[in-house]
Each structure stands twice: as C-alpha cells, then as structure tokens.
C-alpha cells in the first residue's frame, strides 16, 4: 500500500521523449533534466580536476572518495565477495546489482522485458518507440544508448596547439602537426659533434663528457656474447631478441621482425598499393624496328661534313686555345 501512495505521488514526469521518469517533487525534475541536455553544473574546485556533475550530493561524494584521506581509512566491505569500496553508495550499488537475485526492477510496459539498471530499459525501448533517447547538445545527433554519446562527444574536444593558434579535434592530429609544423632544431654535441633530436637525449649525452664521469657499460651477461651497451634498456632489448628469441611476427607473410617499430613499417608495406614497373620492350617482345636503321643519322653526317663537332674534338680546340694565352 506504501508502495502505491509513493508511486501515485510521481507527478512531475520527464517532458523528453521515450523517457518515463517521474518524481514527486518539481526539483528532482529540474535535476533530472540536466541527463538530457548533457549539463553539469557542479564542477570539481580541487585544482587540475575537471569532474564535474549534475548533483550536489555527487560532487560531494567525488571529493570524499578522491580528494580527501580519511582519517581512519575506512573500507567498505561486500560481505558476500569480499570486494572493497571507497564509500558506501558503491557498494550498496555493487550488492544491488550482483548479489540481489531477480533484481530487475525496470520493466519494459510492452514486451514486460526487466532491466538491472535504467539505461539499459531506456535503450531498449528504441525498439518499441524508434527514438534514441540520448541527444548531443552541440550537433543534435541521437544515440541509442548513454555510452555511445559519451563516446560521441570526445569528437567535440579541442587540442589547441601551444605553439600556433591551430586547434585539432584528435589529439594523433595535434601530435603530426607538432612533427611537421613545429619540428624541434637539431642538438648537436660541442664535443664530439653527434646529432640528437630530442633535447633530452643530448642532455643525458653531455654528461658522459663531464670530467672526472665514469661512462657505464652494460655487459651482456650470456656466454660468449661481447655486446655491451651505454643503456640497460637497450640490453634489456638485445637480450630480449638475440637470446630469448622475442620477435614480431607479421600475419599477412608471416616475416619476423625485431621490434614493433619495424613490423609496423613492414606491415605498412603490404598496404601500399603495387608499384607497376614498365618493362622495356626488345625486338623479341615486340619493338618495332627503327625507320633510320642502316643509314647514315643527321648529326653524325654534319660531324663528317666538319659543321658539328663531337665533345673530344670540343675539348681539345679549348685546350688549345687556353695554351696559347
């Protein structure tokens, strides 16, 4: 009977199509109504954090659980897996969803489908009604399901270049442009003269130049392999390849490369369209014969004639001339 007063009491419903929540008190609506349009108005104030939430109460428990220690760390325990939790609105959701049995309570009202969660009801009522419920408030585009706009609204980002006034929607883009656009000079040592890219390599290069620096070498430490290097990391990966066998195999010709480096660039190759190399044609593949064959070329009868003269001929007369001033 309490059951039913509660629900009868839900009469501000949700003005958004193929959504039925209800409430019983105006405020809660307006809240909900933040889902809809994509709205957070209750931002993070730790400094570098940029949660933000539709709810008061949620942003409260965001700073709890991830900005402040509590003082007896207290954990929340799951008595039936044994599982630990920062607060204890998860884990009563954690018990709801996987140690309540038959806990379905959204139930579709035309097939009587029960749902876990909300979202998942919402989605599948895209059968029943045709409308995605769940729109992108900066293109309008509709999606079926909460996770595809989330996804869909990582397109909306901006990366501003911070060497140029050009923004990119992909970060991959931000980072060729960087490549091309902005590419770093050319270190170059004052002692030995050797190249670096990077400015951090010729950093960690400098210091082997420093007086009174022990250059490390690091051995191979196999019988009977001399190989040293001046980083762990590259004995780490000469180990790895030359003792271990580690390799990358490719799927397409089954070729085995040393690094990942490399199987990329040889994958690449399968990628690239086919090169047609023209092959020239021979008399017995079908080249016509010359028109001029078996007579004398015009250049060759004016050299004759003494009017056009070849390049020895050129260069003796300009040695000539070049001794006798």
């Given at each position: ?65 991830a900005h402040k220690e509590s003082e ?254």
């Open positions: 009977m309490q059951e039913q007063n509660l629900a009868s009491n839900k009469k501000y419903s949700c003005p958004f199509d193929g959504c039925k929540s209800e409430f019983n008190r105006p405020y809660r609506l307006a809240q909900h109504r933040l889902v809809h349009v994509n709205v957070k108005p209750f931002t993070c104030y730790v400094a570098n954090c940029d949660k933000a939430y539709t709810s008061k109460s949620h942003l409260d428990r965001h700073v709890n659980s007896l760390d207290i954990l929340y325990c799951c008595p039936h897996c044994m599982k630990k939790y920062c607060n204890r609105q998860n884990l009563k959701r954690h018990i709801k969803v996987s140690h309540i049995q038959n806990n379905k309570p959204f139930t579709c009202d035309d097939c009587k489908a029960q749902f876990k969660k909300k979202d998942q009801l919402v989605a599948h009522m895209y059968q029943h009604n045709g409308i995605k419920p769940y729109r992108c408030n900066i293109c309008s585009k509709d999606f079926v399901t909460l996770y595809k706009r989330r996804k869909h609204m990582r397109n909306h980002r901006t990366h501003k270049c911070e060497h140029c006034d050009m923004t990119f929607t992909g970060w991959m883009d931000l980072v060729k442009h960087r490549r091309v656009d902005h590419a770093s000079p050319e270190y170059i040592c004052n002692d030995c003269g050797k190249v670096f890219k990077e400015r951090s390599h010729i950093i960690r290069h400098v210091k082997n130049h420093l007086p009174g620096n022990s250059v490390t070498a690091f051995f191979c430490p196999y019988e009977n392999c001399h190989r040293h290097y001046s980083r762990n990391s590259n004995l780490k990966q000469h180990i790895l390849v030359k003792h271990k066998g580690q390799t990358f195999d490719c799927t397409l010709c089954g070729a085995k490369l040393t690094t990942k480096a490399r199987l990329n660039d040889h994958i690449d190759r399968h990628t690239r369209p086919e090169v047609i190399l023209r092959i020239p044609k021979t008399c017995e593949t079908g080249r016509k014969k010359r028109k001029d064959e078996n007579s004398m070329k015009y250049v060759t009868a004016l050299k004759l004639a003494g009017i056009v003269k070849n390049k020895m001929e050129k260069c003796i007369d300009s040695k000539t001339i070049r001794d006798d001033t």
